[in-house]
């Protein structure tokens, strides 16, 4: 009996980089894990990946007598999936125009498939995460920024430009929204990711000098979206309502999607996620104020299952998907 | 050589019943129209549609020797694909859960598709109007309602729920916009439809008494989306703006499902895409400011090009894909 094929997962962080090895059937057989060298620009972390990837070939011949079937890797960033060049990192220097997939191919003589880190996100939460068994999904990962990813029959669906599942530069309020990171007013990203949960409380501790809220003990800086995320699960009031508020506008923005996609299910990760109920309660809520009916009524939006993990898992959950495809 | 094959479209609007005899390169062959009995309900109108059918398998039977291959039913109103029901009809009495392709299927002795006219449109005009060689596209219907469509590999996207593109349903200004049909405030709808046109201009009228707008001279009754769509074209200023302001709307709709879609191009037909540039000029521009840049910069929004027929060539395009596929 042959044994059970096996891929290597990359995921291609600001802060981390990490590659795991990992079956057919979405197991981590083991994980390595290293810190992005950021300052040092893509140079330097180009051949770091490859001597990761080259520790997971090594690991897969050692242990299991066995060579990897390929390589997934999700980028953190804009990609084109028809060039195969990555579009570019906010944070990174250095990645523009970088042919990362063609690169690692030829390093590790595997296939390689390149993916951005929220379609390959999405997938991974559809093979082997909060999305089993549903044909169709919509992701959304809301940390520093909002990304997503668009899943249909099991698959991702780029779009004509790869840039299918930018729901976080929705424009939701372009009239009273505050600018986004990307020039824009009212984007979804200015009024939903981690920062916008910070922004928004700066801005109301500026405002209402007399609150009650624990944020006033803080330094301006040190409000934050964890902090205020934090504050909320302490039942802090003025926490609570500016994560309502975000998860108004974002039950908004799904409902809009889903009108028009109409998706199995909505699955929500990344680090704001981790409120759980306290955001999606809410979200829930707006959306099946402003859903349309069939939508409205049977669309669960849930947390993502994967975690900390979802890079590596999702990377490789596109290697799968390819292979089998190829 | 066995002959082209053809199949029979069939449009079941509130106003007017058509059918028509297409080939498989969507032209028509025969067409024929009745005045819908709406006032005598489903009930009236059924034995009318199968006796439209019967002419039309009569007309292929004695000029083409030939049997239709099919017949596609395109109608207005939700339909629910899975079971094949018909949900209502906002127009017509007694039309809800009818099983109207099963009811015409026996009739006629072929197999029958039933499907509602946004999507029958939007996939006439992937096949056979404004959106050939094109993979996916977004179709937009803007007349007394907004309906839609979204065309994914040349085929419907249904949804998981029979409700994908309802785009007129997307709540674009749930805080200063006008309430909708449905119930709910600030829809694409209430927004940017027909009768949306005649509402804000006769909200204008009303507030602004010294205007010099030719549609001072109507009756409110007959300020409507085709008198204030006639005023714009003849340059009335505030005809013009009223259009221009519904265009924004629509650009700002159009952006947000783009980014998460990412068609290769948007269709829009229905009666007031009649106007032409002077409603997709300030639509695509307010698009372009919306939209994420490579959408922005790279989705064509055009307009639909099979105008009156589209509701046949749909409905037979429906027919002919199914066919195909079975």
Not at 50 to 76: E, W
Not at 183 to 212: D, Y
Not at 220 to 243: F, K, M, N, Y
């Amino acid at each position: 009996m042959p044994p059970v094929p096996v891929v290597i997962g990359v995921d291609v962080g600001n802060t981390r980089l990490s590659t795991a090895l990992i079956d057919a059937a979405g197991n981590i057989l083991h994980l390595w894990r290293e810190a992005t060298p950021a300052e040092e620009g893509a140079n330097a972390v180009i051949p770091l990946l490859i001597q990761m990837i080259r520790q997971a070939q090594d690991y897969a011949q050692g242990q299991r007598n066995q060579s990897p079937a390929g390589v997934g890797i999700g980028f953190g960033g804009p990609i084109d999936h028809i060039t195969g060049l990555i579009r570019r990192s906010h944070h990174v220097a250095g990645w523009d125009g970088v042919a990362l997939g063609e690169l690692l191919q030829e390093a590790s003589g595997l296939p390689a498939f390149l993916e951005n880190d929220a379609n390959a996100g999405g997938l991974g939460e559809a093979l082997f995460g909060a999305g089993q068994g549903a044909d169709s999904l919509l992701y959304v990962n809301i940390g520093t920024g909002i990304g997503g990813a668009v899943i249909i029959n099991s698959r991702i669906h780029r779009g004509a430009h790869s840039n299918a599942g930018e729901i976080g530069h929705v424009v939701i309020d372009p009239w009273q929204g505050p600018i986004c990171t990307c020039g824009k007013r009212g984007c979804l990203e200015a009024l939903a990711s981690g920062p916008a949960l910070g922004t928004a409380a700066r801005r109301r501790l500026q405002e209402e000098t007399n609150t009650h809220s624990a944020l006033t003990a803080l330094p301006a800086h040190e409000v934050t979206g964890s902090t205020v995320g934090e504050a909320a699960q302490q039942g802090d009031h003025l926490a609570l309502e500016i994560v309502q508020k975000a998860a108004e506008y974002l039950g908004l923005a799904l409902a809009g999607v889903a009108n028009v996609l109409d998706p199995e299910l909505i699955v929500i990760g990344g680090g704001v996620s981790e409120l759980g109920d306290l955001l999606l309660e809410p979200t829930r809520q707006a959306f099946q104020g402003y859903a349309a009916l069939p939508v409205a009524a049977s669309t669960p939006i849930v947390t993502a299952q994967l975690g900390y993990d979802a890079g590596v898992v999702g990377a490789a959950a596109v290697a799968l998907v390819e292979l089998e495809a190829t």
